[in-house]
């Protein structure tokens, strides 16, 4: 729901939101149901377009009614001019991509660097630049510098950081309602334009942490090793089961129970995945190293590297039930995005396993809810199925990649009467192990006898 007290005052700041990926477009239209003018810039003309027509270029669940209402009340638009927007805005977002560069642990800041640039060369008045992507510590600070000698209204033009935490399928109630709010700022101007900018969620009693540029970029890194670090756990945890016979989901279970671990992130499988979790360790790890601090987290490779060994576990285990050789086996892959309830595949652990088999000689077909489109693009070359039962017609063994809820609702009995064998690898240990082997599966789970 959107808060009640969405009406910002007349002397509300107009927004602009700079990149309308999955983070921008939720921001954009969010920030318009609170009740302020937006302007959403993007470099791609076709996303603009759509945008502008009323469609979210990518899934998000309840984003298109959003978008709808937001642009029946006549307050938000798209473009694609960084001049439009510098005229039009008194608060800058800058949501554009941080992606990993390619050879390198680093973060790619071309997209910062362009779309700040571009926008800071149009800025003449008073403004405030804030950005949202995740970017190595440093950046903003010297951002801040950039800024100011471009713009023509120079020292009148400040900037801020607000990192962002929401996620992917839960976007809307992220950006609605934030565990929390973080400014990084450099003056109480910057602040108080800020606060403007969110009144409404602030209003709701969200807590806001004030810092300066550089904690604010940490609060994002941290977080995202933090999450990183416990999958990653479990997931070693899961190894060591697997060479005891231990069962991996019990002690989880068992786990959770502590209040001081608490059982979120704590579920064992095939890993993390997506745009922003394996990224965000990497240029952190690569960032820390040119800070010559890269021993305080030189924990995070061993993270990334358990993450990495889940998915050939999962191809290993896969090929163990086909009888050790994957040529010709068929292999119905269930799920292509990184996670339930999102399209994205960036980095997707489904597919990474759904390519290697393919690779090794398998033939793979995959189904997903949403993300089949996107996965088409990436891997032309895997085979795409109409259903769930369809990928499995015919399949040797069945592996279940992301946890969407219908994966989790197939019938064992329905599925077993269509697949050439009955045999079910569980990558996300989202089934019930009893109810598929009473209906002759043989069940496998990482971690689990
Ligand atoms: N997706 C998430 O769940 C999430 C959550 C928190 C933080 N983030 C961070 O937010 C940032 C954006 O992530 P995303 O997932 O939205 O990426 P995305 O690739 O979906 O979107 C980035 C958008 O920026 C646009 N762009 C690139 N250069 C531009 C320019 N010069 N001017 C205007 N637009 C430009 C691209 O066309 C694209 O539409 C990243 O730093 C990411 O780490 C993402």
Same mark, same amino acid.
């Given at each position: 729901?959107?808060?009640?007290?969405?009406?910002?005052?007349?002397?509300?700041?107009?927004?602009?939101?700079?990149?309308?990926?999955?983070?921008?477009?939720?921001?954009?239209?969010?920030?318009?149901?609170?009740?302020?003018?937006?302007?959403?810039?993007?470099?791609?003309?076709?996303?603009?377009?759509?945008?502008?027509?009323?469609?979210?270029?990518?899934?998000?669940?309840?984003?298109?009614?959003?978008?709808?209402?937001?642009?029946?009340?006549?307050?938000?638009?798209?473009?694609?001019?960084?001049?439009?927007?510098?005229?039009?805005?008194?608060?800058?977002?800058?949501?554009?991509?941080?992606?990993?560069?390619?050879?390198?642990?680093?973060?790619?800041?071309?997209?910062?660097?362009?779309?700040?640039?571009?926008?800071? @060369?149009?800025?003449?008045?008073? =403004?405030? !630049?804030? *950005?949202?992507? #995740?970017?190595? /510590?440093? %950046?903003?600070? +010297?951002? &801040?510098?950039?800024?100011?000698?471009?713009?023509?209204?120079?020292?009148?033009?400040?900037?801020?950081?607000?990192?962002?935490?929401?996620?992917?399928?839960?976007?809307?109630?992220?950006?609605?309602?934030?565990?929390?709010?973080?400014?990084?700022?450099?003056?109480?101007?910057?602040?108080? @334009?800020?606060?403007?900018?969110? =009144?409404? !969620?602030? *209003?709701?009693? #969200?807590?806001? /942490?004030? %810092?300066?540029? +550089?904690? &604010?970029?940490?609060?994002?890194?941290?977080?995202?090793?933090?999450?990183?670090?416990?999958?990653?756990?479990?997931?070693?945890?899961?190894?060591?089961?697997?060479?005891?016979?231990?069962?991996?989901?019990?002690?989880?279970?068992?786990?959770?129970?502590?209040?001081?671990?608490?059982?979120?992130?704590?579920?064992?499988?095939?890993?993390?995945?997506? *745009?922003?979790?394996?990224?965000?360790?990497?240029?952190?790890?690569?960032? &820390?190293?040119?800070?010559?601090?890269?021993?305080?987290?030189?924990?995070?490779?061993?993270?990334?590297?358990?993450?990495?060994?889940?998915?050939?576990?999962?191809?290993?285990?896969?090929?163990?039930?086909?009888?050790?050789?994957?040529?010709?086996?068929?292999?119905?892959?269930?799920?292509?995005?990184?996670?339930?309830?999102?399209?994205?595949?960036?980095?997707?652990?489904?597919?990474?396993?759904?390519?290697?088999?393919?690779? &090794?000689?398998?033939?793979?077909?995959?189904?997903?809810?949403?993300?089949?489109?996107?996965?088409?693009?990436?891997?032309?070359?895997?085979?795409?199925?109409?259903?769930?039962?369809?990928?499995?017609?015919?399949?040797?063994?069945?592996?279940?990649?992301?946890?969407?809820?219908?994966?989790?609702?197939?019938?064992?009995?329905?599925?077993?009467?269509?697949?050439?064998?009955?045999?079910?690898?569980?990558?996300?240990?989202?089934?019930?192990?009893?109810?598929?082997?009473?209906?002759?599966?043989?069940?496998?789970?990482?971690?689990?006898?």
């Amino acid at each position: 729901m959107v808060p009640a007290e969405a009406t910002p005052t007349a002397a509300a700041p107009r927004l602009t939101v700079i990149g309308t990926g999955y983070l921008g477009a939720t921001h954009a239209v969010c920030m318009a149901a609170l009740g302020y003018e937006v302007l959403g810039v993007d470099v791609d003309p076709g996303k603009i377009e759509r945008l502008n027509s009323g469609e979210v270029p990518f899934y998000e669940p309840g984003l298109p009614e959003l978008l709808a209402k937001a642009m029946d009340s006549g307050r938000l638009r798209f473009s694609t001019s960084l001049a439009e927007a510098a005229d039009f805005g008194d608060v800058h977002f800058l949501c554009v991509g941080t992606p990993q560069q390619r050879g390198s642990n680093a973060a790619d800041l071309s997209f910062v660097h362009a779309a700040t640039d571009e926008l800071a @060369r149009h800025l003449r008045r008073r =403004a405030l !630049v804030v *950005g949202k992507s #995740t970017v190595p /510590v440093g %950046t903003a600070a +010297a951002l &801040a510098d950039r800024v100011r000698s471009l713009a023509p209204a120079g020292e009148e033009v400040e900037l801020a950081w607000n990192p962002e935490f929401l996620r992917e399928g839960f976007a809307v109630e992220d950006t609605l309602h934030p565990d929390r709010l973080v400014f990084g700022v450099t003056s109480a101007w910057a602040e108080e @334009r800020l606060r403007a900018a969110f =009144a409404p !969620v602030i *209003g709701e009693g #969200t807590p806001v /942490v004030t %810092t300066d540029l +550089a904690t &604010a970029e940490l609060v994002k890194t941290a977080a995202n090793s933090f999450l990183a670090t416990k999958i990653s756990y479990i997931n070693a945890m899961a190894e060591v089961c697997e060479a005891t016979g231990a069962d991996v989901q019990k002690l989880a279970e068992a786990l959770a129970y502590d209040d001081r671990i608490g059982g979120r992130f704590l579920r064992p499988g095939l890993g993390f995945g997506g *745009g922003c979790l394996p990224k965000d360790i990497r240029a952190f790890i690569h960032r &820390a190293e040119e800070l010559r601090v890269g021993q305080a987290v030189a924990f995070l490779r061993e993270v990334d590297e358990i993450n990495k060994r889940r998915r050939a576990r999962t191809v290993s285990l896969i090929r163990e039930l086909a009888g050790g050789d994957p040529a010709g086996i068929r292999v119905a892959a269930l799920g292509a995005s990184f996670k339930p309830d999102s399209d994205d595949i960036r980095d997707a652990p489904a597919l990474d396993v759904a390519a290697t088999l393919h690779a &090794a000689g398998a033939r793979v077909r995959v189904f997903d809810p949403v993300a089949m489109d996107n996965a088409r693009r990436a891997c032309p070359q895997l085979d795409y199925a109409a259903d769930a039962l369809d990928a499995a017609a015919g399949a040797d063994v069945v592996v279940l990649l992301t946890e969407w809820t219908e994966f989790r609702e197939i019938d064992p009995a329905a599925m077993g009467a269509v697949v050439a064998h009955r045999r079910i690898v569980d990558g996300r240990h989202a089934l019930d192990p009893a109810q598929w082997r009473a209906a002759g599966w043989t069940y496998r789970a990482l971690g689990r006898p």
